[in-house]
């Protein structure tokens, strides 16, 4: 049973880690990376177009207007907060993204050989990406979508960055109560492990 947590915990984690690496790449400013992996995006057929990442936004109308703003160099209202928090964001994410990695070989370490150390490392790592992930998509969504709501007055939605940070937090979630079970399992495991080297032992020494 232990084997098995692992192996799905393993396969969780190195999910969650692409879906970090997904809102990571919000932090672009080049215009296909923020168009394609934007936090929030405006979408109105043959009106207005917005795709705002972490460090910038990108705002085209059916007029032909095109603009961008750096939020470090422009002088909207919602540039200080968005660029303060765009770069935090980045920084917690890339912590999670590494912690996930890090669960990510411990875990198919632990499916090989099921310990009760192991996993609990995991937990500990796991929680700390779940809450490095949720303090940066929080601190983002919450402070400066709102003051991208009232710049451009329309309806926003999330983008692929907060979605898939969203659910990689969840998944490592879910992988640190995978472990919490395979912690409770891991002796058990391990006695099993060690009972066939240790009847092979009775076996030689009575020869």
Wanted: with cysteine; net charge negative.
């Amino acid at each position: 049973m232990s084997v098995v947590l692992n192996a799905t915990s393993a396969l969780l984690s190195v999910t969650s880690f692409t879906f970090y690496f997904i809102g990571v790449i919000g932090y672009s400013v080049r215009e296909e990376a923020v168009k394609n992996v934007n936090w929030f995006h405006v979408f109105q057929r043959n009106s207005v177009h917005v795709n705002a990442g972490l460090r910038a936004l990108y705002y085209e109308d059916s007029t032909g207007t095109n603009a961008q703003a750096i939020y470090a160099d422009c002088t909207q209202d919602f540039c200080d907060r968005c660029d303060k928090y765009g770069h935090s964001t980045f920084a917690l994410l890339v912590v999670a993204l590494v912690l996930a990695f890090i669960v990510t070989l411990l875990s198919v370490s632990g499916a090989f050989a099921p310990s009760s150390s192991i996993s609990g490392a995991n937990i500990a790592l796991s929680v700390t990406s779940v809450i490095f992930g949720a303090v940066g998509f929080g601190l983002f969504t919450h402070i400066c979508f709102p003051k991208l709501e009232n710049e451009v007055n329309v309806d926003w939605d999330y983008g692929p960055g907060a979605i898939f940070t969203l659910i990689a937090f969840l998944l490592m979630f879910i992988v640190a109560v995978l472990q919490v079970v395979a912690t409770a399992l891991a002796p058990k495991a391990e006695a099993a492990t060690a009972s066939p080297v240790k009847s092979e032992a009775v076996s030689t020494n009575e020869l």
